[in-house]
């Protein structure tokens, strides 16, 4: 099996993070991705359908570190709740 060969430079992930970022920025920003995100985590757990609000939280998180350090926080309560 060979590796590596579809790796991509740091370059090349900052380009794509950047044109992704600039289209998703528009439409679903931090402030509403937090709104979001407890329901987002919550249907994580329970295997629950996600509604398209939900889809963009994950957009969302896969771009934004920042609210992907929130929702991992977030998601360790709940998991420490259960
Ligand atoms: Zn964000």
Known sequence: MKTGDQRLTGDQVGTI?????LTTDREFNCG???????????RQLSNKPVSDVI????QHLALCPECREEYEALRKILEAGQ
Do not use: F
């Open 32 to 42: 509403e991705c937090l709104q979001h995100v407890g329901e987002y985590a919550e």
């Open 17 to 21: 993070v950047k044109m992704l970022g």
């Open 55 to 58: 889809a963009s939280v994950e």
